[in-house]
């Protein structure tokens, strides 16, 4: 099946421990994204990269990292730098074409900080 | 900046009503629209977009018209369900002439809910 895998679904760390999530796609796509979503705040663009060995910080980066060795694999380590790290993610895809610049979203990992 | 605003929620109609979801958006170049569902616990799935002023973006009874004058892209549909109950989602997305795209900038989103 083609799409987008997101693991684990809920994952559970201690507070100043940094955690990886992990995205991977199938769907061949240039780019991919990390968004942080909170009730009632809608998404945020934490990091994005449109081409392997490069990425770039989008609204929210302060805390985490990400690193882009395939074009299939976009992990978000989220360090123990970030103040509130508990909140759903969501990692997506697009595959860049003028017309054709929707994302794909994977089904999320919920993290929660205890 | 670029910035959605969507009316929030939550709204609450019966089953058949008629569903309007108010869009706005502010850009610097010309943008892309889309319109995202989520349901609990999901990811969010796309549910129609337009790329060009007075494109009408429809998917499953939904339908929304790129109004590049009133710079809106209000999301309707003439005859809700209960399996519609879910958190629509707004968003906008700048081409640059250089080719690419950064990511995509949402409204907070408006939670439906379709009473039977």
């Known amino acids: 099946d083609g799409g987008i895998t997101q693991s684990p679904k809920y994952l559970f760390r201690k507070e100043g421990q940094n955690v990886t999530l992990s995205c991977e796609q199938n769907?061949?796509?240039?780019?991919m994204y990390w968004y942080r979503q909170d009730p009632g705040q809608g998404l945020r663009l934490i990091y994005y990269?449109?081409?392997?060995?490069?990425?770039q910080k989008g609204d929210i980066a302060e805390g985490y990292s990400v690193s882009r060795e395939k074009k299939e694999s976009f992990p978000l380590t989220v360090t123990s730098a970030q103040k509130n790290p508990t909140a759903f993610y969501l990692c997506?895809?697009?595959?860049?074409?003028?017309?054709?610049?929707?994302?794909?979203f994977g089904p999320g990992t919920r993290l929660t900080v205890l | 900046g670029d910035s959605v605003t969507q009316m929030e929620g939550p709204v609450t109609l019966s089953e058949e009503a008629f569903l309007t979801i108010n869009c706005t958006y502010t850009?610097?170049?010309?943008?892309?629209l889309f319109w995202y569902v989520q349901y609990p616990g999901e990811g969010l799935q796309l549910l129609l977009k337009?790329?060009?002023?007075?494109d009408k973006g429809s998917n499953k009874g939904f339908e929304a018209t790129y109004r590049k004058e009133t710079t809106s892209f209000h999301l309707e549909k003439g005859s809700v369900q209960v399996s519609d109950s879910a958190v629509y989602f707004c968003?906008?997305?700048?081409?640059?002439?250089?080719?690419?795209?950064?990511?995509?900038?949402f409204g907070k989103g408006t939670h439906l809910i379709i009473q039977p």
């Open positions: 997506a895809t697009a595959g860049l074409t003028r017309g054709g610049d929707e994302q794909f």
């Open positions: 769907l061949n796509h240039d780019a």
């Open positions: 990269s449109q081409i392997v060995n490069d990425f």
């Open positions: 850009a610097t170049g010309y943008p892309s």
């Open positions: 337009a790329t060009k002023a007075d």
């Open positions: 968003a906008l997305s700048e081409w640059y002439s250089g080719g690419g795209a950064d990511g995509l900038t």
